[in-house]
């Protein structure tokens, strides 16, 4: 070991990567014993940080015995208080960049949120739901151009004046309140369906990929993101959603039957999403990713979705890290999303089989073909 190499009683302090201890250590320019950094603007050992740290905090005076013309050294700091605080002043040390309590207080506190995000940080990355990346100028494209797909597919339908709630039919039975709901609802739901497919044809690199695979995608997606699209428009205070022509729906008034197994699985979903109170931008993304799924049973080229896939989640997870850097669960959570609207959307399609099973229930044309292939037309 170099016997020049800087001892200390209490162990070696952290040495920042900026000094050079190649040639032996850096000395103190107030008492020239080894230096450990810049502290106070000024390169000092530990002793001076300190002894300086406590003279402005506690505010002492000192007083020296010999005219104020010490010399300080490292044999001799100790034995003139006063000569020594004048030198750190002289050297250039300085007293502003000393913390009072409350501002210590604040840095320890950001010290430890700091680590405490990094741990999580970690842990994520060590499980793979994070990169560790920022978002590039290609990923900012992709996601604007995403954003505003979103924003001009997405919106309320004006009602006519005859679509006005009114006192139901009590001389109708209850498979012809059923039907009524039925076409009700595809009525509804035909122009979310086109609106889908229009944002679809705007997502960057959908129109690429394979025509048929085009039309299994959209397939496969178009009732989840109709799902999202309508829990996106839930109202957590009256505890009602609002459909694509601006009607209101109540959970408590769904009647036992269709509608109810249709609909009550939406409501579960919105009041999760609520929770997440997920941006404009985060929804528009989400929306996206469950059109691009590259495990789709069926697809031809089932490369290229993934390749676009992994695009689209690589720069939704980027904006997440950016946007939300003390939440990095929140990740997480929106991809559980996709799962229930998967699960949301099969329930539907075996709902939709039963009632074609069931041949005393009578089913819009229209809402077969929307559960069949989603009247998809590229």
């Not at 530990?46 to 050294?73: A, H, M, N, P």
Request: neutral net charge.
């Amino acid at each position: 070991m170099d016997s020049s190499a800087p001892k200390y009683k209490f162990g070696t302090p952290y040495i920042p990567s900026y000094m050079d201890l190649t040639n032996g250590p850096e000395p103190c320019v107030v008492c020239g014993d080894a230096a450990t950094g810049y502290h106070y603007r000024c390169m000092t050992c530990e002793g001076c940080k300190g002894f300086f740290r406590r003279t402005i905090q506690k505010k002492l005076s000192y007083y020296c015995k010999w005219s104020e013309e010490c010399v300080i050294d490292k044999l001799t700091r100790n034995q003139c208080q006063q000569c020594r605080y004048k030198k750190c002043i002289n050297v250039g040390m300085a007293p502003d960049l000393v913390l009072n309590e409350s501002q210590r207080r604040a840095k320890r506190r950001l010290i430890q949120e700091n680590r405490d995000k990094r741990s999580r940080e970690e842990m994520l990355r060590q499980s793979g739901l994070l990169v560790a990346s920022q978002l590039t100028d290609g990923e900012e494209e992709l996601i604007k151009a995403i954003l505003i797909a979103h924003q001009d597919t997405t919106y309320l339908f004006r009602r006519n004046s005859t679509d006005e709630d009114g006192e139901p039919d009590t001389k109708r039975t209850k498979a012809e309140d059923e039907r009524s709901a039925l076409q009700n609802l595809a009525e509804i739901m035909t122009p979310s369906i086109v609106k889908v497919v229009e944002f679809a044809k705007r997502v960057p690199g959908f129109k690429e990929l394979d025509h048929e695979d085009q039309v299994l995608l959209l397939k496969s997606c178009c009732m989840e993101i109709m799902c999202l699209r309508i829990a996106q428009k839930y109202d957590p205070e009256t505890n009602k959603l609002i459909l694509s022509t601006g009607i209101a729906v109540d959970k408590c008034n769904l009647n036992n039957g269709v509608m109810t197994d249709l609909v009550e699985p939406i409501f579960d979903f919105a009041v999760g999403l609520a929770r997440l109170q997920l941006t404009e931008t985060e929804m528009a993304l989400l929306a996206a990713v469950l059109l691009i799924a590259g495990d789709r049973q069926g697809l031809k080229d089932a490369k290229s979705v993934e390749i676009l896939q992994d695009t689209l989640l690589t720069a939704f997870q980027h904006f997440i890290n950016e946007s939300r850097p003390k939440t990095p669960v929140h990740w997480a959570k929106i991809l559980m999303k996709i799962t229930d609207l998967r699960t949301i959307s099969a329930r539907h399609a075996e709902r939709v089989l039963c009632m074609k099973l069931d041949k005393s229930q009578e089913i819009p044309q229209m809402f077969l073909e929307m559960f069949d292939d989603c009247n998809t037309t590229l």
